[in-house]
């Protein structure tokens, strides 16, 4: 059974740092395609970005230049390092994987960017 988690969340100022993590089980996230989104209340969810299975990574505009996506695969836990935050950051982040049998998403990690 596929599951995955993600950590890492919590409150920050503006300008600060947080990594958030997506923990796999059952499945090797180096095979996938994976992708990280965030929503606020009452909105869609947004796509920040993601990660290849060649490791190359795209990110949306609103965060290049300040987050950063990495794969660790010894650990198959993908990172979103995310500095220089901003309060318009704050949302619940969850990362997912697209597979033919399905989407599988996380819980989400909620994170809150305020002074």
């Known amino acids: 059974q596929v599951q995955l988690v993600e950590s890492g969340g919590g409150l920050v100022q503006p300008g600060g740092s947080l990594r958030l993590s997506c923990t796999a089980s059952?499945?090797?996230?180096?095979?996938?395609?994976v992708l990280w989104y965030r929503q606020t209340a009452g909105n869609d969810r947004e796509m920040v970005g993601n990660?290849?299975?060649?490791?190359?990574?795209f990110l949306t505009g609103s965060v290049q230049g300040r987050f950063a996506i990495n794969r660790d695969n010894a650990k198959n836990v993908i990172y979103l390092q995310m500095n220089n935050l901003k309060p318009e950051d704050t949302a619940v982040y969850y990362c997912?994987?697209?597979?033919?049998?399905?989407?599988?998403w996380g819980p989400g990690t909620q994170v809150t960017v305020s002074s």
């Open positions: 997912n994987i697209p597979t033919a049998a399905g989407d599988y």
């Open positions: 990660i290849l299975k060649n490791g190359e990574t």
């Open positions: 059952g499945l090797s996230l180096n095979r996938y395609v």
